[in-house]
T-cell receptor, first 112, second 116 residues
């Protein structure tokens, strides 16, 4: 069955440094992968998705993600972290038709 | 997303009470979803609806029911609330786009429900 794993509960990064939030997937067939961000007391906001095509997907707020089929990974990246990027990040995969299956989430803390 | 609203935003209730959570959207989307979020578990799908006459169970539908009153409204009910239904509940919508079941979903701000 389709699933995703986020191996890190929390990631700590200094402001200005590059950040990576990891996601690995397990699917049968083609993977359809998403990243969402949740700021405190807010709903989830869509960042980006991979359906097909270029392995490097660019999204909102300067984020990008790299689809790696051989490593079954879809890591979220940003070249230079901001304190305002501190939030809870979710990786998700489509199972069946339009049903999102979420990872447990990774809390990103960016320190000044 | 301000186009997807949920009421109430916070609710405290007692075991055995009936509770309804409401979701409205002005995005004109056909498809609507209800999720619950628990710490360490991410979000899990409760019910979804692809149009007014279509209702489907998700991963964890036991103890919940839904009603799609109109294209823009999708309500979630807990007929007899129990403490392990304490969670953050999210409504989401998506458009019937060109993608084959890969729509982007847009989420409301959530309802924090506590069952004592």
């Amino acid at each position: 069955a389709q699933s995703v794993a986020q191996p890190e509960d929390q990631v700590n990064v200094a402001e200005g440094n590059p950040l990576t939030v990891k996601c690995t997937y397990s699917v049968s067939g083609n993977p359809y992968l998403f990243w969402y961000v949740q700021y405190p007391n807010r709903g989830l906001q869509f960042l980006l998705k991979y359906i097909t095509g270029d392995n490097l997907v660019k999204g909102s707020y300067g984020f990008e993600a790299e689809f790696n089929k051989s490593q079954t990974s879809f890591h979220l990246k940003k070249p230079s972290a901001l304190v305002s990027d501190s939030a809870l990040y979710f990786c998700a995969v489509i199972r069946g038709y339009n049903k999102l299956i979420f990872g447990a989430g990774t809390r990103l803390a960016v320190h000044p | 997303d301000a186009d997807v609203t949920q009421t109430p935003r916070n609710r405290i209730t007692k075991t055995g009470k009936r509770i309804m959570l409401e979701c409205s959207q002005t995005k004109g989307h056909d498809r609507m979803y209800w999720y619950r979020q628990d710490p360490g578990l991410g979000l899990r799908l409760i019910y979804y609806s692809f149009d007014v006459k279509d209702i489907n169970k998700g991963e964890i539908s036991d103890g919940y029911s839904v009603s799609r009153q109109a294209q823009a409204k999708f309500s979630l009910s807990l007929e007899s609330a129990i403490p392990n239904q304490t969670a953050l509940y999210f409504c989401a919508t998506s458009d019937r786009g060109a993608g084959a079941g890969t729509d982007t979903q847009y989420f409301g701000p959530g309802t924090r429900l506590t069952v004592l």
